[in-house]
């Protein structure tokens, strides 16, 4: 148990419906953030948030949209997807001190496939 | 923009064997540097956090050094174990936005 939760697990969805993705965390933290995990590339990360705050948007396209209703809890909702968005996606938390921060920790991810 | 290298990409040891993975970094001014374990299709778990002001982390068979100015860290693995198979990822936290970059992983397989 990482104190990261992230539902569902697993998603198969067509390119012209809308699905969301949730992430919980139980760890106290005040900032989460999303990742994409493509096969054979680097993490990229899509959204920060602090303190429910968006802080980072990675040039990420429209047909992803976060929504963090508070510190605890954070979506991304889906619309319109394409095939190539199919990957893994990770949510991840952390907590600010000072300058810098904790050690983040992750979920365990939600394998989404666009057919 | 924050660039992290590791190497080697792959790594194939057989059981017993200590071993250095690599973690390289374009820019030095981080706040943090951590390595985490990621197995086939799972999440990521965070093995060990080495702050700006630290030299090195230990944790068990684990130890990981950060040469800041070198933009330079690695993680070492004693008497690695099957159990050790996995992805290990270097991630530097960095920027005004403090980000986490991450690398591309090394692949590590330990051979009974």
């Known amino acids: 148990e990482t104190g990261v939760t992230q539902t569902p697990r697993h998603l198969v969805m067509g390119m012209t419906n809308k699905k969301s993705l949730k992430c919980e965390q139980h760890l106290g933290h005040n900032a989460m953030y999303w990742y994409k995990q493509s096969a054979k590339k680097p993490l990229e990360l899509m959204f920060v948030?602090?303190?429910?705050?968006?802080?980072e948007n990675n040039s990420v396209p429209s047909r992803f949209s976060p929504e963090c209703p508070n510190s605890s809890h954070l979506f991304l909702h889906l619309h319109t997807l394409q095939p190539e968005d199919s990957a893994l996606y990770l949510c991840?938390?952390?907590?600010?001190?000072?300058?810098?921060?904790?050690?983040?920790?992750f979920g365990q991810g939600t394998r989404l496939t666009v057919v | 923009k924050q660039e992290v290298t590791q190497i080697p990409a792959a790594l194939s040891v057989p059981e017993g064997e200590n071993l250095v993975l690599n973690c390289s970094f374009t820019?030095?001014?981080?706040?943090?540097l951590q390595w985490f374990r990621q197995d086939p299709g799972k999440g990521l778990t965070s093995l060990l956090l080495i702050q700006s002001s630290q030299r090195e982390q230990t944790s068990g068979r684990l130890n990981a050094s950060l040469d800041k100015s070198s933009g330079r860290s690695t993680l070492y693995i004693a008497a690695s174990q099957p159990g050790d198979s996995a992805t290990y990822l270097c991630?530097?936290?960095?920027?005004?936005?403090?980000?986490?970059?991450f690398g591309s992983g090394t692949q590590l397989t330990v051979l009974p």
């Open positions: 948030y602090n303190f429910k705050e968006q802080t």
């Open positions: 991840a938390s952390s907590q600010e001190v000072g300058q810098s921060y904790t050690e983040a920790f």
């Open positions: 991630a530097v936290l960095s920027g005004s936005a403090r980000q986490l970059t």
């Open positions: 820019d030095s001014a981080i706040y943090n």
